[in-house]
């Protein structure tokens, strides 16, 4: 046997069987949204979203439930199980050697199914997890259709069986509120987001499908930051990013914005392939073949034959 074999620490993914990472995943994510630098956390939903979002320097991935439903072909209405997600989780995570906030809808069911949720992702090394306040089967809140609320107490007692399950007590339980999607105004959002705090969440995820952020930032300005808050700014854009500064919002996901520029790029490839007849026009419109391998690092697969065959 080669003699480096007992010091040869660089599998595929290989930060996934070494717990010490994961646990400084789990302490810099939380650092992160408490910091006074705004954290940009980007969404992943597959290996190679991961690794792009990783290699361009992202901090943090946001593993979001409708573009890991929509590569599956599930619509984002409780249509994807929670195990599905959780193998999609890991994934991402092994691919990305990053923090992974994972969306986890509304826990898929009551507090015994999130609680469950909660122990494999701790397990798997995720940084932490959103569960918002909506019922099973829950629609994804950018569509118009039903958006009913969980009554607060027993969202709390999901928000303290997901403590008392995690398997590390620095992975983040983020209650997600959604009293602005079903139309309940500023003031529910805010006895319900002091609510999860006082029950003990890492954090909130206050959403908003307003064309502008002036519903969001009037939450801000009474919210008295008993913990970080985080938004998704899918709808209102085109917001500059000091403008959350000032409103004390340290945290925003880019919650589908690898997928959808994705998408943007497979319609323009297969638009040119048609009206060109063949593949000999794409130029740039692809990477070269050569950068697949390199995000995939297969150099380390030939490291590896080196000293193992
Ligand atoms: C997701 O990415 O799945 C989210 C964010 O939950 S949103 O789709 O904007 O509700
Ligand atoms: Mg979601």
Redesign the pocket.
Known sequence: MNEQFPTFREPYGGHLADSRRLSDHRAAFRSLIRGSKQVLIM?AHDAISARIAARAGFQAL?A??????SVAGYR?CSEMSWTDLVNRVAIVIEASNRPVLV?A?NGFGNFNNFRIIVQRLSGLGAAGV?V?DKLFPKL???VDGPQDLEAIGSFCGKIKAGLDARLDPEFQIIA?VEAL?SGHGVDEALDRAHAYCEAGADGVFL?S?QPTANEVFAFARRWNRAAPLLL?P??FSATMPSEYAAHGIGAI?C??HSLRSAMRAMQNVCARILATGGIHALGDDVVPIAELFDLMDYQELARAQKIYE
């Open positions: 969404e946001w979001s439930g409708l573009t890991m439903s984002d969306d809808d959103v918002e994804n809140s950018l997600r999607i959403q499908r998704a899918t709808t996901i919650a589908n």
